[in-house]
């Protein structure tokens, strides 16, 4: 019961440190995304005021001077819009791969040639024009409204201020009412003491300001993500970024059909060579033996027993090597009783001390347990052999559909998947699953190896356990 409320605990605050963590990344996105939008809006808004101040301080005696600074402002506004329509796409297209590993490709349709008649016009796949600065400026103008991509720039380029101004605002207000709030909150003017009505309400407004904040904090990341999904779909109207991510995707999947199918053909062939040149060469010279013995039982029948004894030793270590080879394709325990009593065997058989944590609400798959098993089977075989350390801990956590196990020694560390095949091959056997691997091994230690493998269970039971070993 301890154990369970101390990992509820632990698991409350680590969520609690994991949503503050999250709430200020939101944050930091956010502002950025305020600041990659200042940009195209603020820049055509302030050209196209000065442009037409200066032309209507200009005009100013002329009667129509207002008509003729609307006008100026509308055009040199609309010029410099057209400038930040492109950037401002690009800087979002940049924010959304950074974040979420979204991108969204840029494909733009092909721009007509200008060409001139035999009259001196000049056609631009639109429209004919007598001069070629009119025309190039026009087919830009016609090309630009025609062409999809562009088009959902111009979009986003008006709607990106809004949803920042909207969902940016949101927040902030959260933020500035809350410090507002906390700092400089509603006080009567009656006596100042521990239970007065002053102090009673100073303190109602530092939790409630308090409050704000850490709203403000938590909701941000939700804006991000709200920005990040209007953004595609503005950006992205013909769902080219899901095509793109599809192919990504299945060019992952054959990559790691072929490693399955490589280690599966290296497993078999691994098996093939144990059993020839292990138990099969045992059990032929067993036939053999017993061969001699039955021609040797009526001339020298202590020959043939000596002859017996042999064979019935060969007989045990071929058994010894079958159950091993078994053992390696997969363990019994593992079959019998689960991961966490299999790493627990595998513990005991370590060179090094072990510690093992175990949290699991029921059975994993089979293939999973068994890539689980075998990755952990490398990863103390490697602290055993290379990391000189003393003490390693094995942690397999099980939370929200995601099998979590680290590994970590007190060794010397510098651990690296480019030194051996080992790592390597705890990432291709993960990669089957979709799992990842991620280390951490400075210089001098510790190495902390952390393996992820999405996966689901059938049974809400919940089985938590430590041991040392």
């Known amino acids: 019961m301890t154990t369970e409320t101390r990992t509820s605990g632990t698991s409350v605050r680590a969520q609690m440190r994991e949503a503050l963590q999250a709430g200020g990344q939101g944050l930091a996105r956010l502002a950025q995304a305020v600041l990659g939008a200042v940009p195209g809006s603020v820049l055509p808004v302030g050209a196209a005021i000065f442009s037409g101040a200066v032309t209507s301080r200009f005009l100013e005696s002329y009667y129509a001077s207002s008509l003729v600074a609307l006008a100026v402002a509308a055009v040199v506004g609309s010029a410099v819009a057209a400038l930040c329509v492109r950037r401002t796409a690009d800087r979002t297209r940049r924010f959304l791969q950074r974040w979420y590993g979204i991108r969204l490709p840029a494909v733009y349709g092909p721009l007509p040639k200008l060409e001139s008649d035999e009259r001196g016009h000049w056609w631009t796949g639109y429209s004919y024009h007598r001069s070629r600065t009119v025309a190039k400026y026009a087919?830009?103008?016609?090309?630009?409204?025609?062409?999809?991509?562009?088009?959902?720039?111009?979009?986003?380029?008006?709607?990106?201020?809004?949803?920042?101004?909207?969902?940016?605002?949101?927040?902030?207000?959260?933020?500035?009412?809350?410090?507002?709030?906390?700092?400089?909150?509603?006080?009567?003017?009656?006596?100042?003491?521990?239970?007065?009505?002053?102090?009673?309400?100073?303190?109602?407004?530092?939790?409630?300001?308090?409050?704000?904040?850490?709203?403000?904090?938590?909701?941000?990341?939700?804006a991000v993500r709200g920005y990040g999904e209007v953004a595609r779909r503005v950006l992205d109207q013909d769902g080219r970024a899901t095509h793109a991510q599809l192919t990504r995707r299945v060019a992952e999947l054959t990559e790691t059909r072929a490693d399955a199918v490589g280690s599966q053909a290296a497993e078999l062939r691994r098996i093939e060579r144990d059993l020839h040149d292990g138990a099969q060469a045992r059990l032929v010279a067993i036939g053999m033996t017993l061969g001699t013995i039955e021609h040797l039982m009526e001339t020298d029948q202590e020959a043939a027993r000596e002859l017996l004894s042999e064979a019935r030793q060969s007989s045990a270590r071929a058994l010894q090597e079958l159950r091993d080879l078994v053992r390696g394709i997969h363990p019994p325990v593992l079959a019998e009783r689960g991961l966490g009593d299999a790493v627990r065997a595998l513990a005991l058989d370590s060179a090094l001390p072990t510690e093992v944590f175990v949290s699991l609400p029921d059975r994993l798959p089979a293939p999973v347990e068994a890539a689980a098993y075998f990755s952990i089977s490398e990863l103390l075989a490697n602290a055993a052999k290379h990391s000189g350390a003393e003490q390693v801990w094995v942690d397999i956590l099980y939370r929200a559909g995601m099998l979590r196990i680290t590994v970590t020694d007190d060794g010397v560390g510098v651990a690296d998947p480019s030194r051996g095949t080992g790592l390597r091959g705890i990432e291709r056997r993960l990669g089957t699953f979709d799992g990842v691997l991620a280390i951490d091994s400075t210089s001098g230690g510790p190495t902390t190896i952390t393996l992820e493998l999405p996966c689901e269970l059938s049974s809400p039971r919940t089985s938590t356990s430590s041991a040392k070993v």
């Open 139 to 222: 087919q830009l103008v016609h090309w630009g409204l025609r062409d999809r991509t562009t088009r959902a720039e111009l979009l986003w380029l008006a709607v990106n201020p809004v949803l920042v101004v909207v969902l940016g605002g949101a927040v902030g207000l959260l933020l500035v009412l809350g410090t507002v709030f906390a700092l400089s909150g509603p006080v009567p003017a009656n006596a100042f003491g521990p239970m007065s009505p002053r102090m009673t309400s100073m303190a109602l407004s530092l939790l409630v300001g308090i409050g704000m904040v850490l709203a403000g904090t938590l909701l941000a990341p939700y």
